[in-house]
Protein backbone atom coordinates (compact mmCIF):
# COMPACT_ATOMS: atom_id res chain seq x y z
CA UNK A 1 0.00 0.00 0.00
CA UNK A 2 2.96 2.53 0.93
CA UNK A 3 4.98 1.43 -2.15
CA UNK A 4 1.84 2.50 -4.46
CA UNK A 5 1.30 5.69 -2.30
CA UNK A 6 4.64 6.45 -3.58
CA UNK A 7 4.64 5.14 -6.73
CA UNK A 8 1.57 7.48 -7.59
CA UNK A 9 3.03 10.38 -6.05
CA UNK A 10 6.29 9.87 -7.70
CA UNK A 11 4.44 9.39 -11.02
CA UNK A 12 2.88 12.79 -9.91
CA UNK A 13 5.66 14.40 -9.44
CA UNK A 14 7.41 13.16 -12.92
CA UNK A 15 4.40 14.42 -14.91
CA UNK A 16 3.91 17.96 -13.26
CA UNK A 17 7.83 18.47 -13.73
CA UNK A 18 7.62 17.45 -17.92
CA UNK A 19 4.40 19.46 -18.18
CA UNK A 20 6.20 22.70 -16.75
CA UNK A 21 9.20 22.06 -18.59
CA UNK A 22 7.60 22.00 -22.24
CA UNK A 23 5.85 25.09 -21.00
CA UNK A 24 8.49 26.67 -20.19
CA UNK A 25 10.23 25.84 -23.68
CA UNK A 26 7.46 27.86 -25.47
CA UNK A 27 8.17 30.95 -26.61
CA UNK A 28 4.83 32.67 -25.97
CA UNK A 29 5.41 31.44 -22.16
CA UNK A 30 8.84 32.33 -22.25
CA UNK A 31 7.37 36.09 -23.42
CA UNK A 32 5.21 36.23 -20.78
CA UNK A 33 7.24 34.99 -18.09
CA UNK A 34 9.80 37.89 -19.47
CA UNK A 35 6.60 40.51 -18.93
CA UNK A 36 6.35 39.81 -15.44
CA UNK A 37 9.69 39.48 -14.42
CA UNK A 38 11.53 42.15 -16.12
CA UNK A 39 10.77 45.79 -15.11
CA UNK A 40 8.91 47.80 -17.53
CA UNK A 41 11.48 49.68 -18.91
CA UNK A 42 14.02 46.72 -19.21
CA UNK A 43 14.40 46.48 -23.40
CA UNK A 44 15.21 42.33 -24.38
CA UNK A 45 17.22 42.54 -27.76
CA UNK A 46 16.25 39.18 -29.31
CA UNK A 47 19.75 37.15 -30.27
CA UNK A 48 18.63 36.93 -34.43
CA UNK A 49 18.36 40.99 -34.16
CA UNK A 50 21.78 41.26 -32.18
CA UNK A 51 23.51 38.98 -35.13
CA UNK A 52 22.17 40.88 -37.66
CA UNK A 53 23.11 44.20 -36.60
CA UNK A 54 26.69 42.76 -35.61
CA UNK A 55 27.02 41.50 -39.42
CA UNK A 56 26.21 44.25 -40.78
CA UNK A 57 29.10 45.87 -38.64
CA UNK A 58 31.08 42.90 -39.90
CA UNK A 59 30.53 44.16 -43.30
CA UNK A 60 30.98 47.36 -42.68
CA UNK A 61 34.33 46.62 -41.25
CA UNK A 62 35.52 43.97 -44.10
CA UNK A 63 34.68 47.64 -46.59
CA UNK A 64 37.18 49.37 -44.41
CA UNK A 65 39.83 47.66 -43.84
CA UNK A 66 39.69 46.71 -47.77
CA UNK A 67 39.26 50.38 -48.38
CA UNK A 68 42.64 50.77 -46.03
CA UNK A 69 44.66 48.41 -47.59
CA UNK A 70 43.94 48.36 -51.21
CA UNK A 71 46.35 50.03 -53.99
CA UNK A 72 45.59 53.44 -55.49
CA UNK A 73 47.29 55.87 -57.56
CA UNK A 74 49.58 57.87 -55.66
CA UNK A 75 47.84 61.17 -57.35
CA UNK A 76 45.06 63.39 -55.88
CA UNK A 77 41.80 61.33 -57.48
CA UNK A 78 43.54 58.33 -56.11
CA UNK A 79 43.71 60.12 -52.28
CA UNK A 80 40.38 60.76 -53.09
CA UNK A 81 38.70 57.63 -53.55
CA UNK A 82 40.54 56.01 -51.15
CA UNK A 83 39.02 58.67 -48.62
CA UNK A 84 35.98 58.45 -50.10
CA UNK A 85 35.65 54.86 -49.81
CA UNK A 86 37.10 55.20 -46.20
CA UNK A 87 34.34 57.38 -45.14
CA UNK A 88 31.34 55.53 -46.60
CA UNK A 89 32.31 52.61 -44.80
CA UNK A 90 32.79 54.57 -41.26
CA UNK A 91 29.42 56.56 -41.95
CA UNK A 92 27.75 52.67 -42.39
CA UNK A 93 29.78 51.04 -39.08
CA UNK A 94 28.36 54.55 -37.07
CA UNK A 95 24.66 54.16 -37.91
CA UNK A 96 25.04 50.74 -36.91
CA UNK A 97 26.98 51.35 -33.80
CA UNK A 98 24.13 53.88 -32.72
CA UNK A 99 21.54 51.22 -33.61
CA UNK A 100 23.42 48.90 -31.28
CA UNK A 101 23.63 51.56 -28.59
CA UNK A 102 20.65 53.01 -28.75
CA UNK A 103 18.86 49.39 -28.47
CA UNK A 104 20.61 48.58 -24.99
CA UNK A 105 19.90 51.02 -22.25
CA UNK A 106 18.31 48.59 -19.83
CA UNK A 107 18.68 45.94 -21.50
CA UNK A 108 19.95 42.48 -21.28
CA UNK A 109 23.53 43.31 -23.05
CA UNK A 110 25.15 45.28 -20.37
CA UNK A 111 28.69 44.86 -21.79
CA UNK A 112 27.85 45.56 -25.41
CA UNK A 113 26.16 49.07 -24.35
CA UNK A 114 29.43 50.04 -22.32
CA UNK A 115 31.88 49.16 -25.27
CA UNK A 116 29.53 50.54 -28.41
CA UNK A 117 29.69 53.94 -26.65
CA UNK A 118 33.50 53.76 -26.89
CA UNK A 119 33.26 51.92 -30.00
CA UNK A 120 31.14 54.67 -31.72
CA UNK A 121 33.68 57.42 -30.34
CA UNK A 122 36.50 56.10 -31.95
CA UNK A 123 34.97 55.39 -35.31
CA UNK A 124 33.55 59.30 -35.02
CA UNK A 125 37.10 59.94 -34.31
CA UNK A 126 38.48 58.07 -36.99
CA UNK A 127 35.54 59.58 -39.70
CA UNK A 128 36.73 63.46 -38.83
CA UNK A 129 40.75 62.10 -38.72
CA UNK A 130 39.97 60.99 -42.67
CA UNK A 131 37.59 63.62 -43.37
CA UNK A 132 40.97 65.96 -43.15
CA UNK A 133 42.40 67.97 -46.26
CA UNK A 134 45.41 65.58 -45.38
CA UNK A 135 43.67 62.51 -44.59
CA UNK A 136 44.73 60.65 -41.27
CA UNK A 137 43.74 56.75 -41.25
CA UNK A 138 45.80 56.07 -37.86
CA UNK A 139 42.14 56.12 -36.10
CA UNK A 140 40.44 54.22 -39.15
CA UNK A 141 42.81 51.42 -39.03
CA UNK A 142 42.11 51.33 -34.44
CA UNK A 143 38.66 50.60 -35.72
CA UNK A 144 39.39 47.82 -37.93
CA UNK A 145 41.12 46.19 -35.78
CA UNK A 146 38.69 47.17 -32.67
CA UNK A 147 36.85 44.06 -32.70
CA UNK A 148 39.17 42.21 -30.91
CA UNK A 149 38.56 44.07 -27.84
CA UNK A 150 34.97 42.40 -27.43
CA UNK A 151 35.57 39.47 -29.56
CA UNK A 152 38.23 37.28 -28.13
CA UNK A 153 40.15 35.20 -30.79
CA UNK A 154 39.48 31.57 -30.88
CA UNK A 155 36.93 31.99 -28.46
Known amino acids: MR ?6 CTGTIVGITCAMFIAAC ?21 PAELRSD ?3 LAQQMVLLDSALSDFY ?11 ERV ?6 MER ?3 KLKEGSPGGNHPKLQEQMQSFAAKVDQARNAASLQNPNYYYAGKVAGGCTNCHSINR
Request: no cysteine; glycine share 4%.
Open 3 to 8: LQTIKR
Open 96 to 98: TAS
Open 87 to 92: IIALKG
Open 26 to 46: SNQFSESIRKVTYPPDFKYTQ
Open 54 to 56: MSK
Open 73 to 83: EPNESGVELQR
